[in-house]
């Protein structure tokens, strides 16, 4: 028997920079299967490429603790992007 696929949805934040680029602070996304940090950030992306030039530079971080591009999501995860900090 095939494994179900489960519907997975997040919040995502965006933070400084980004949440200019993305034209909002917070959205939500929705996966039919298992996804990771990096590949929701791709989608983001390929929605606003502005986005991308960001990316070698972008802190992400799951459930407010700062977490690896390639740590798989669950459903309720809260995601955020925070932009490279600048400062004196």
Known sequence: MPPVSQTIRV????FGRLKDVAGHAEDSA???DAATIEQLF???????PELAKYRSSVVASR????AAW???LRSGDEVAFLPPVSGG
């Open 42 to 48: 791709a989608l983001y992306a390929a929605r606003y």
């Open 70 to 72: 390639d740590t798989p």
């Open 30 to 32: 929705e996966f039919s």
């Open 11 to 14: 919040t995502v934040l965006f």
């Open 63 to 66: 459930n407010q603790e700062f």
